[in-house]
């Protein structure tokens, strides 16, 4: 048996259409309603004295309304550490990770600017190793700083942080949750740890931040995703006698998907989800398979990805072999990445394009001239 309130595309369309007995819930638990949602349009909200660190007014306010009327609220952010990175306003340099093509976040509770990759860490700079300015800065905002201006804005709102920094140990997770049924807390900041699983009879508003950010992923399944989130992050508002209250902060406010989670439309959701996959073949529609050559040249891992391309293009075609293409990421602990997409449609042998693939990959891990380059095959990647 299988339950979820935002089942993946894929199991919903095996559900609805006949592999999977399907079951529909229409309500929630207790019969409590379900919240309203509100979107805010930072273009017209970042106007003078409508934006203070990051908080619209809007927000602002009714967190504060919350704690006057003895109710909690959440507040989503997708991004821990104070700023996903540091910039010179002279030259533009930024820190970067010099194992990893990411920049480096600053904490500030830390004073260090860390990796979320391979966890490399750094002192913060106190002048830009370019060009010798003083005017380096904090850029963006992640949980630690929102949670910071929580407090500058509303000094008597007891906020706390819920995130991988906060929450290293099971006593300190299981800390914050008392701290919230107990009402010791009126605010709990934090990344998607806040989205599932948290039942607090007094949540009656949440607050979503840097949303769009899921939404334009390049990655087909960005909408989902956003999808989920939000619906996940909203169902924490209202869960028993009050109704609750979101508010999404986005650029995007009239985006279709967005429409869809306010007014509930889970399955026009789903259903013009699935149109847009059958009509380019992704899953549920074709199976996947990932190709994903690694090594510490960068030439070396292209031209892995390059061979297996060509070895497969012939046997499957170019219907089905897309690539090489470099990631979102293109270099993780030293180790450059390229990324080989087999799409297997349906009504075509999966086991046997499977045995095709590992026959190439086995073909070419025993070519000297690509020895040292690490293979990784994954099916139905996530």
Known sequence: TLGSATPSVESYYKARYGKWHFVSLTER?????????????????????????????????????????????????NRRGYAPYLQCKDCGWIAYCPNCDV??????????????????ADTIPQSCPACGSVQVQTVGYGTEKLEESLMQLLPGLRVARMDQDTTSSRKSYEQLLSQMRNHDLDALVGTQMVTKGLDFEDVTFVSVFD???????????????????LSQ????????????????QTTKPYHPLYRMVANGELMLFYESEILHRRDFHFPPFSKLIRITTRHKDQE???????????????????EMVFGPEIPPISRLRNLFIFN??????????????????????LRLQADKALSGVQWILDADPV
């Open 211 to 229: 949303i769009d950010r899921v939404l334009h992923y390049p990655d087909f399944r960005a909408n989902e995703r956003t999808f989920q989130l």
């Open 340 to 361: 080989v997409i087999v799409k297997i449609p349906e009504g075509i042998s999966v086991s046997g394009v499977k045995q095709i693939v590992k026959a190439a990959v």
């Open 300 to 318: 070396q891992a292209g031209q892995a990805a390059l061979e297996i391309t060509a070895l497969l293009m012939p046997k499957l075609g170019s």
């Open 29 to 77: 638990f207790g019969g409590a309603e379900l919240p309203d949602i509100e979107y805010i349009d930072m273009k017209q909200a970042e106007k003078p004295l409508k934006v203070k660190l990051n908080l619209s007014t809007m927000v602002h306010d009714k967190i504060q309304s919350t704690k006057d009327e003895g109710r909690q609220s959440i507040i989503f952010q």
């Open 233 to 248: 992050i909203s169902g924490r508002a209202g869960r028993r006698k009050h109704k609750g209250l979101v508010m999404v």
């Open 103 to 120: 920049s480096l976040t600053y904490h500030q509770s830390k004073r260090k600017i860390s990796c979320h990759y391979c966890g490399h």
